[in-house]
């Protein structure tokens, strides 16, 4: 117990929070934009696919 006590008035452990949380954003912000990215490409291999059976 007196180790977490030890622990919660570190400034390292703030710090390693603070990275945590910025390490957090940078994984959401980029799994929306691989997202953002399927779904781009996604249509548009659909509109390629449509245009190549109207073609035929």
Do not use: C, D, H, P
Not at 2 to 29: D, N, P, Q
């Amino acid at each position: 117990m007196r180790k977490f006590y030890r622990l919660m008035r570190s400034t390292r452990a703030a710090t390693a929070v603070e990275y945590g949380l910025i390490l957090a954003l940078v994984f959401l912000a980029a799994v929306v934009a691989v997202s953002n990215v399927a779904n781009s490409t996604n249509s548009m291999w659909g509109s390629v696919s449509n245009a190549a059976e109207n073609n035929m």
